[in-house]
């Protein structure tokens, strides 16, 4: 019996905190800020629900229970792209807010919820997968056969929507 589980609807706001135990963890690359914000919050765990409800949806989470919530997750997403030589489907698994609580760690945790979310993937046909690995994450990704990809990364940001 595996240690990871596949996540519900009501399991959104553990999920959120989870997030937040993540990007606080990376904090340190950011420049400090007076007080967290927090407004984001309810709207992630919004979506979350509503994705999560969906079975055959494009995202999924896995998760460890512990007494009175979640001791650790990992998220992802299928995208959907026209396809390549290299991706013949257009299909890619993009896993992100891998996390596990502090008081929780070096228990098999993250190990547990990102291989059953690459079960899930492989369940529904993508035969690849990306991440952003934090340092202290790559090694749990290279054991899983992550590599190191020459893509550079860019990105735009709208101003407030």
């Known amino acids: 019996?595996?240690?990871?589980?596949?996540?519900?609807?009501?399991?959104?706001?553990?999920?959120?905190?989870?997030?937040?135990?993540?990007?606080?963890?990376?904090?340190?690359?950011?420049?400090?800020?007076?007080?967290?914000?927090?407004?984001?919050?309810?709207?992630?765990?919004?979506?979350?629900?509503?994705?999560?409800?969906?079975?055959?949806?494009?995202?999924?989470?896995?998760?460890?229970?512990?007494?009175?919530?979640?001791?650790?997750?990992?998220?992802?997403?299928?995208?959907?792209?026209?396809?390549?030589?290299?991706?013949?489907?257009?299909?890619?698994?993009?896993?992100f807010s891998v996390a596990t609580d502090p008081d929780r760690r070096r228990r098999g945790h993250s190990r547990a919820c990102v291989e059953g979310l690459l079960g899930w993937f492989r369940e529904r046909g993508v035969s690849r997968v990306d991440l952003r690995a934090s340092e202290e994450g790559e090694p749990l990704y290279a054991s899983l056969g992550f590599v190191r990809t020459p893509d550079p990364a860019m990105r735009l940001t709208f101003g407030d929507l």
Request: glycine share 8%; hydrophobic share 40%; net charge neutral.
């Open 1 to 95: 019996m595996s240690l990871a589980r596949r996540a519900r609807p009501d399991d959104a706001e553990e999920l959120v905190r989870l997030r937040t135990v993540m990007l606080d963890s990376t904090a340190h690359r950011r420049p400090p800020v007076a007080a967290p914000d927090t407004s984001w919050q309810p709207a992630a765990a919004d979506v979350l629900r509503s994705r999560l409800a969906d079975p055959d949806g494009s995202l999924a989470a896995f998760v460890v229970d512990r007494p009175g919530g979640l001791a650790a997750c990992a998220v992802g997403t299928i995208e959907y792209r026209l396809g390549s030589p290299g991706n013949p489907t257009g299909t890619t698994g993009y896993v």
